[in-house]
T-cell receptor, first 111, second 113 residues
Framework: EDKVVQSPLSLVVHEGDTVTLNCSYE??????LLWYKQEKKAPTFLFML????IEKKSGRLSSILDKKELFSILNITATQTGDSAIYLC???????????FGAGTQVVVTP | DAGVIQSPRHEVTEMGQEVTLRCKPI?????LFWYRQTMMRGLELLIY????????DSGMPEDRFSAKMPNASFSTLKIQPSEPRDSAVYFC???????????FGDGTRLSIL
């Protein structure tokens, strides 16, 4: 059975801290892993990772994939209150691109 | 560019009533996905379409749920009859191509009393 597990489930940090979120997966025929950010409404796409060891970066957010150990991490540096959200990890589980999502990590950044 | 558009944004109705949720995908996208999100179960895929054809509806919880995509720019998710346990946020998402990121609409918050 395909599995996507995120940790921690939630965390609270102060502005300026660095946050590291984890996503581990067990999927047949792995092709990619995606990260989304969900604030009050729709999940918004952050990164798609397909190759091990190549960091993707966007501003203060970065992510990397380890296909040998079957996990990915999402880092947020110099956190701001606007980073407060649920961060979701997802992996395609069939040849059509059907995504299985993890339960998400809720991040709260306090001033 | 317009994103995925869902309507209504909120729906409150009584148990037993028919509910129809609507979705307009991003123009040119050939995949459309319907999800349900609850605190208990997280984000669950209900059904998805490729080029207007349903590919996998194994996530549809019961026969009370049905979905259609009559053309490339419109899809509906119908619940008949509705029950309180159907209360959730329903998202529609679309993508261009098999392995491309899905883009989500703002969702419909459904409350069944």
């Amino acid at each position: 059975e395909d599995k996507v597990v995120q940790s921690p489930l939630s965390l609270v940090v102060h502005e300026g801290d660095t946050v590291t979120l984890n996503c581990s997966y067990e999927v047949t025929n792995f092709r990619s892993l995606l990260w989304y950010k969900q604030e009050k409404k729709a999940p918004t796409f952050l990164f798609m990772l397909t190759s091990s060891g190549i960091e993707k970066k966007s501003g203060r957010l970065s992510s990397i994939l380890d296909k040998k150990e079957l996990f990915s991490i999402l880092n947020i540096t110099a956190t701001q209150t606007g980073d407060s959200a649920i961060y979701l990890c997802a992996v395609p589980t069939d040849s059509w691109g059907k995504l299985q999502f993890g339960a998400g990590t809720q991040v709260v950044v306090t001033p | 560019d317009a994103g995925v558009i869902q309507s209504p944004r909120h729906e409150v109705t009584e148990m037993g009533q028919e509910v129809t949720l609507r979705c307009k995908p991003i123009s040119g996208h050939d995949y459309l996905f319907w999800y349900r999100q609850t605190m208990m179960r997280g984000l669950e895929l209900l059904i998805y379409f490729n080029n207007n054809v349903p590919i996998d509806d194994s996530g549809m919880p019961e026969d009370r749920f049905s979905a259609k995509m009559p053309n490339a720019s419109f899809s509906t998710l119908k619940i008949q009859p509705s029950e309180p346990r159907d209360s959730a946020v329903y998202f529609c998402a679309s993508s261009f191509g098999r392995d491309q990121p899905q883009h989500f609409g703002d969702g419909t918050r459904l409350s069944i009393l």
